[in-house]
């Protein structure tokens, strides 16, 4: 049976599972400012510190082109491991998934195996061609064998779109999250996010991104660790009494510990699902490290160790959240008269580090959490300025013919923008719902950018004005069904009726792309198509095999 083949049926067999996932990844439920965190603020300047001293160490290593967007492609597969686990586990979804488990129990667990769902997709049929095909962006696969202007600028747009989307997110959960962690204000603290990333990226390029996010990783699974640990040493390392414990003193009881339906519409579920999943294979800042490794086995290394230590940080969740409910929710110090936790519903894990390990692990959670947006955002920004810089500067507007410096220099630039325009829409955007613009970032990846990517490595047939067309088809049926959905239509613009009946549009939009490609390849009989179907094969051998790939660079 092909590597295809087994992925496709991979996916379809976890699509259900995914189904749930996606909406406990988002900073939701009231927030309220908390006293200023002195402990929490002198270790993220620590933090700060050290990875503005590799920074530094980086800046002097990224001479080239290739070190700028790909660190040289000499990252191990080991550590561009760590390094995709600390680009995907957010601050936001450690403590949305804690305080999910803290609120509903079993559901959280349902939630923690989503977010893994969409990484067998990776492992099967993303990895190894990716770095095979690819130089620097996904633009690059896309483009190997079919016209370079039409391809590049289609996945510029889908890059930049889903980029802007989910820095949007980021930066209002960055705000969102230092109010409630360590008392400072909102606009402060999306001002400060901003300002690092910008240093991050600007001076360090992909070497410093990647280790700022492999110590952000190390610091947030260490954390969640201590925490899990200091929570099973109260009960004997018996999860059996963690449980029983946990069902005695939560208001539904033994319901926590069976699913409880959280989401009522079955097609808006799977359509969550599908976009939390296929998206995943579609998010430019977790394609571009594939590009960082010297080869496809250190690739199919990195989704090994990705997975392996998300799935561990997630079953940690699980673990904080029903510690949560034995030793926070029976403890006055955390609850109001009412029952809700201070500071808001996301503040589980927060005041479970508290009860465990004093006001030094309260700080050092903190300090991570902070750590964590700074992670995800460097990441983010740097696919973002390749998209304007290789793709669309360097590949559609000078055809190639553009100095290495140059095209680093047009990167840099569109880095300082970038972070400009994030810190400011992160400021206007203060009371958007950030799970549905992390759902459209989503949405957008799975209907714009996956359909393209995988058919362009699987599929003979496929043209370049075949896959044009279907994927801004999908990016703009995707952008459609969110406007025209519940969450926009009836709760944002308080209009009645809503066109689009359900959640997330991506179990529509990212068929009707597939579809498009299709029928638009097929019709189309032109000269060119005849061609890049010939040219094909050359390119299946190479996707599998690695013929002619350069070499890792080294540090």
Not at 200 to 212: I, Q, R
Not at 379 to 404: K, M, N, P, Q
């Amino acid at each position: 049976m092909s590597r295809f083949t087994l992925g496709l049926i991979a996916g379809l067999c976890l699509v259900l599972v995914a189904s749930a996932s996606y909406g406990a990844g988002a900073v939701e439920g009231a927030v309220s400012k908390q006293a200023t965190n002195w402990t929490a603020i002198w270790m993220f300047l620590a933090f700060v510190c050290v990875t503005m001293g590799i920074t530094y160490w980086a800046a002097k290593r990224t001479t080239s082109t290739k070190d700028y967007y790909a660190a040289g492609g000499g990252i191990s597969g080991f550590q561009n491991g760590v390094a995709i686990a600390g680009d995907y586990m957010s601050a936001a979804s450690f403590l949305g998934i804690s305080a999910l488990c803290y609120g509903s129990g079993f559901d959280g667990l349902i939630y923690s195996i989503g977010f893994l769902v969409g990484w067998p997709i990776i492992m099967f049929l993303m990895a190894e061609p990716l770095r095979n095909l690819g130089r620097f962006t996904f633009a690059d696969v896309v483009s190997y064998r079919m016209q370079p202007l039409p391809m590049r600028a289609m996945a510029a747009t889908g890059t930049l779109v889903v980029v802007a989307f989910y820095l949007i997110a980021q930066m209002v959960g960055a705000g969102q999250l230092i109010q409630l962690l360590f008392g400072l204000d909102y606009w402060i603290a999306v001002v400060i996010v901003g300002i690092l990333m910008i240093i991050y990226v600007t001076f360090g390029g992909m070497l410093a991104t990647t280790w700022v996010q492999i110590i952000k990783a190390v610091l947030l699974l260490c954390g969640a660790t201590v925490i899990a640990v200091l929570v099973l040493n109260q009960f004997n390392w018996n999860i059996s009494t963690l449980l029983a414990r946990a069902v005695q003193v939560h208001p539904k009881h033994d319901a926590i510990l069976r699913p409880d339906g959280q989401v009522s519409n079955v097609i808006s579920a799977f359509s969550l699902g599908t976009a939390l999943m296929f998206g995943t294979a579609g998010l430019p800042h977790i394609l571009m490290r594939f590009f960082t490794v010297a080869d496809a086995k250190e690739a199919r290394k990195s989704v090994f160790w990705a997975t392996t230590f998300i799935g561990y940080f997630y079953i940690l969740t699980f673990v904080i959240g029903f510690g949560a409910i034995t030793l926070v929710l029976t403890n006055p110090q955390y609850v109001d008269p009412s029952g809700a936790l201070i500071g808001g519903s996301n503040m589980a894990a927060v005041h479970l580090a508290h009860a465990v390990g004093g006001n030094i692990l309260l700080g050092f959670i903190s300090a991570v959490a902070f750590a964590t947006i700074l992670a995800v955002v460097s990441g983010l920004t740097l696919s973002g300025a390749s998209a304007v810089s290789h793709d669309l500067y360097a590949s559609v507007f000078r055809h190639g013919r553009v100095a290495e410096g140059m095209e680093v220099r047009v990167s840099k630039i569109t880095t300082l923008v970038l972070g400009v325009v994030a810190i400011i829409l992160g400021i206007v955007f203060e009371k958007i719902n950030v799970a549905f613009m992390v759902g459209l970032a989503f949405a957008i990846a799975c209907s714009a950018n996956f359909p393209v990517l995988l058919l362009s490595m699987y599929w003979k047939g496929l043209t370049t004005w075949g896959a044009f067309v279907g994927g801004f088809v999908g990016l703009i049926s995707a952008v459609a069904g969110t406007v025209f959905s519940p969450s926009i239509w009836t709760a944002l613009l308080g209009l009645p009726n809503p066109p689009f009946p359900y959640v997330s549009p991506a179990l529509f939009s990212m068929p009707l792309s597939f579809l498009v490609c299709f029928v638009v390849s097929l019709l189309d009989r032109s000269r060119t198509a005849r061609l890049e179907a010939q040219a094909f094969e050359a390119q299946y051998v190479r996707s599998q095999t690695g013929i002619g790939i350069e070499e890792a660079a080294t540090h």
